[in-house]
Structure formats: structure tokens, C-alpha cells
Nanobody, 125 residues
Framework: VQLQASGGGLVQAGGSLTLSCAAS????????MGWFRQAPGKEREFVAT????????YYTESVKGRFTISRDNAKNTVYLQMNSLKPEDTAVYYCAAKEVFGDTYYARTSAYDYWGQGTQVTVSS
């Protein structure tokens, strides 16, 4: 699976952005997908994950109620809708994929097999 993330940019605090991650290959619909982020000088951290059917999602506490992860298996794309952005959301955002057998999801960075190249999100105060 090859992943291509896009949609990052510069936005003011309180604004919104939608990230997209397009996947190539035939395994997207059988993969759990995740979004992670890495701020300068910090480790990569989990943001959100979605099961392969899209019916199950899970978020890190700091983005609950503000971010929404979704997927379109017909388009081989996973999205991250980010609302009410804060300066502390500034980071490079990465999408990741893990082939799974059940309709499950994963929050651990080490669980994922494939990673996109990242897209920069900068939130100004």
C-alpha cells in the first residue's frame, strides 16, 4: 500500500482543515487506517484511527469533539476533518495503514505497516 497525504496548510486558531490520504493498492478496504502527528522536537503521536468498515473510530483525548476521521473505501481515501484548531495542533500529520482480518483499529504507532509522507499543519494564534 502506498499512501499520499494532502490538505495541510496554514490556518488561524479556531479554523478548520480537512486532510486526505489516498491509498494505492488493493488492500485499502481490508486495512485499519490511522492518523498520527509529530511536532518539532516531539515523538510521533496517535491522533485517530478507523476500522476497515468505517463503523468504529477512536481518538486521542485532546482532539475528541474537534476532529473526525472517516473513509471512503470506493475512493481508497481516508479523511481527517479538523475543526476548532489550536496552536498545539501544529505538526506534520501522517496517515498509516495496517492490514487486518477483523473490523478493528489500532492506536499504537508500532502497529502500522505503511506510512504516508506527511502533510504540514500550522495553526497560528
Amino acid at each position: 500500500v502506498q499512501l499520499q497525504a494532502s490538505g495541510g496548510g496554514l490556518v488561524q486558531a479556531g479554523g478548520s482543515l480537512t486532510l486526505s490520504c489516498a491509498a494505492s493498492g488493493r488492500t485499502f478496504s481490508s486495512s485499519s487506517m490511522g492518523w498520527f502527528r509529530q511536532a518539532p522536537g516531539k515523538e510521533r503521536e496517535f491522533v485517530a484511527t478507523i476500522s476497515r468498515s468505517g463503523s468504529r473510530t477512536y481518538y486521542t483525548e485532546s482532539v475528541k469533539g474537534r476532529f473526525t476521521i472517516s473513509r471512503d473505501n470506493a475512493k481508497n481515501t481516508v479523511y481527517l476533518q479538523m475543526n476548532s484548531l489550536k496552536p498545539e495542533d501544529t505538526a506534520v500529520y501522517y496517515c498509516a495503514a495496517k492490514e487486518v482480518f477483523g473490523d478493528t483499529y489500532y492506536a499504537r504507532t508500532s502497529a502500522y505497516d505503511y506510512w504516508g509522507q506527511g502533510t504540514q499543519v500550522t495553526v497560528s494564534s
